[in-house]
């Protein structure tokens, strides 16, 4: 494990873990809350959320990052200036719910003058069942992106979780598991 992971890893179990009685928004309940909004929205948090991204996706060749909702748009945002930083040009783009109601009506935004079937990395902060992601790749496909890997800060749920991306031809990683940030918190 990397010095930023470490530290990452420190970060969550100190700021963002909550125990109690939750609804996820996968419609389970859960006796924690892994709210990684705390993360992403620190100074030195989204830091580490950049160097850990380049560290997972840096040697992939893709063209750019995408995510969907709160917990992905800093990702996005920290993965391209850590990208930069790094002589990399990786390009953005955040994808919505639904497509706009008013202006262009985009559902994907930050994407013109991309490539054909550009190649990206789905990112989330955390995920369960994996469902908010593949949404997320499908939106991306309509648009004419390629979505390759999909990246999870932390990973919740089990290993069916991985064979619904593997079987769609999409390379899923999780930084770390629930375990990992579980383990001696209780």
């Known amino acids: 494990m990397s010095e930023a992971q470490k530290n990452l890893k420190t970060f969550i ?5 909550h125990f109690g009685y939750f609804t996820l928004s996968s419609g389970e ?26 560290e997972q996706l840096g040697a992939l060749g893709i063209y750019g990052v995408a995510g969907e909702g709160l917990g992905a748009y800093p990702m996005v945002a920290a993965a391209i200036l850590q990208a930069q930083s790094r002589g990399q040009s990786w390009k953005g ?17 930050g994407v013109d003058g991309w490539p054909a079937l550009a190649t990206v990395a789905v990112l989330e902060d955390t995920c369960t069942t994996g469902g908010s ?5 499908d939106s991306l496909e309509h648009a004419g992106i390629k979505a390759a890997h999909a990246l ?29 940030i579980l383990e001696e918190s209780k």
């Open 93 to 109: 783009c955040y994808v919505r719910k639904q497509p706009k109601t008013h202006g262009r009506g985009n559902q994907v935004e």
């Open 13 to 17: 179990k100190s700021q963002c873990l």
């Open 29 to 54: 309940k859960s006796r924690y809350y892994i709210d990684l909004r705390k993360l992403t929205l620190d100074g030195r948090g989204l830091q580490l959320v950049g160097e850990v991204l380049w």
């Open 133 to 137: 992601l593949l949404k997320c790749c």
């Open 152 to 180: 999870t800060l932390v990973h919740r749920g089990g290993p069916e979780v991985a064979a619904q991306f593997k079987a769609r031809g999409i390379n899923f990683k999780a930084v770390f598991t629930r375990e990992d």
